[in-house]
């Protein structure tokens, strides 16, 4: 069982940044991915980014890609995501999730996912 951590989410003025983590532990088999996906009120979960296991494919959704920076760091099985000019429509439920099968855009990919942590932008 692997088990996902998620912290650095809370409260950001609109412009701002924001950097949150996601620590994974538990017994890891596999190298892996990660991936970044985020609930707003009343909408579907959403991809945000994902980054391979090496590093070397990184993938951000379109709506954001300009504004967002992922890497990860195997030696501490964490993984971050730096937000740059934040929005109040970023205001969302961010999760991480590992994924064994190579990483996607799609939910389907992934085995294990953080309880999530809150990002919240003011205007």
């Known amino acids: 069982q692997v088990q996902l951590v998620e912290s650095g989410g809370g409260l950001a003025q609109a412009g701002g940044s924001l950097r949150i983590s996601c620590t994974a532990s538990?017994?890891?088999?596999?190298?892996?991915?990660m991936g970044w996906f985020r609930q707003r009120l009343g909408k579907e979960r959403e991809f945000v980014a994902a980054i391979t296991w090496s590093g070397g494919g990184t993938y951000y959704a379109g709506s954001m890609k300009d504004r967002l920076t992922i890497w990860k760091d195997n030696a501490k099985n964490a993984v971050y995501l730096q937000m740059d000019s934040l929005k109040p429509e970023d205001t969302a439920v961010y999760y991480c999730a590992s994924s064994t099968l190579g990483v996607a855009a799609t939910l389907d990919r992934y085995d294990y996912w953080g309880q999530g942590t809150q990002v919240t932008v003011s205007s």
């Open positions: 538990g017994r890891i088999f596999s190298n892996y991915g």
